[in-house]
């Protein structure tokens, strides 16, 4: 299978009549396993609804999904939360964790949830917070920890479950550029996994550098598609701007338009 999401013609529309919103009007697009995909675009523009859709929370009016060769609509509801149960991660703006349970605890309680006994869930844990280099505060409250760090938990919690499709609603919005380079930098090494696609929904530029592609989401369309290879960090910093970069895609690094 070449591409583990995929969209054709779907739409989205809440309200009816003329106080109808038109979310999503008739969206194309492939996302390939191991990359880096954005979604950038003004507020309003169809983008939330589009990542909500693709990790099962919203269910399109028209079109078709296929998840991994799986098209969702012809499952039940029981079969759709088992599904993304295993297979989908998302790490919201918010980072939501439970003030009264420690670092290892938020990573291990949907894994509990899920039924999974409590030592195997904190093994997992573990692991996970290994992966988002959080170990050494794995027994902290979370109102102990910076923002950057309670993100880094975050993330932990929705890769804790080895999903396929991981989904980051602005993940760096609420950082200063530091704490927001090492969390795009986790996502990063998080995404080129073998198996696994990474969606991230941003306005913030400055990040724009650790994408694969970049596609400008307005009016619920997808108007521009633009494909680079990612430059690691050290070399993106000191890189002179491409003549050729569309404006305000740049950050150091070289675009090419696409499609």
Same mark, same amino acid.
């Given at each position: 299978m070449d591409h583990p999401i995929s969209l054709r013609k779907v739409v989205k529309t809440f309200g009816e009549g003329l106080t109808a919103v038109h979310a999503l009007r008739g969206i194309n697009l492939d996302?390939?396993?191991?990359?880096?995909?954005?979604?950038?675009?003004?507020?309003?523009?169809?983008? !939330? !609804?589009?990542?909500?859709?693709?990790?099962?929370?919203?269910?399109?009016?028209?079109?078709?999904?296929?998840?991994?060769?799986?098209?969702?609509?012809?499952?039940?509801?029981?079969?759709?939360?088992?599904?993304?149960?295993?297979?989908?991660g998302f790490v919201f703006q918010q980072y939501n964790l439970v003030p009264t349970l420690t670092v290892q605890e938020n990573v291990a309680l949907t894994l509990m949830i899920g039924g999974l006994p409590r030592r195997r869930a904190m093994d997992?844990?573990?692991?996970?917070?290994?992966?988002?280099?959080?170990?050494?505060?794995? $027994?902290?409250?979370?109102?102990?920890?910076?923002?950057? $760090? $309670?993100?880094?938990?975050?993330?932990?919690?929705a890769i804790v479950h080895n999903p396929r499709i991981l989904v980051c609603d602005e993940p760096t919005s609420a950082l200063d550029h530091e704490k927001g380079r090492q969390v795009m930098e986790i996502l990063r090494a998080i995404a080129i996994k073998p198996g696994r696609a990474l969606i991230v929904v941003t306005h913030d530029n400055r990040v724009f550098k650790y994408s694969d592609r970049i596609a400008t989401m307005q009016d619920g369309h997808i108007v521009r598609m633009v494909r680079r290879h990612f430059v690691p960090i050290d070399q993106a910093d000191n890189a002179s701007p491409s003549a050729s970069v569309p404006v305000g895609l740049a950050d150091g690094a070289a675009f090419a338009p696409v499609g």
């Open positions: 996302i390939a396993a191991g990359e880096l995909f954005m979604l950038i675009g003004p507020s309003g523009c169809g983008k !939330t !609804t589009l990542i909500s859709i693709v990790a099962g929370i919203l269910r399109q009016d028209a079109g078709e999904l296929r998840l991994f060769g799986e098209d969702l609509r012809t499952m039940s509801e029981s079969a759709q939360a088992d599904f993304r149960a295993r297979n989908v997992r844990a573990a692991d996970a917070l290994f992966d988002v280099e959080m170990s050494d505060r794995m $027994q902290a409250l979370p109102n102990s920890l910076s923002g950057g $760090q $309670q993100q880094r938990v975050a993330i932990a919690r």
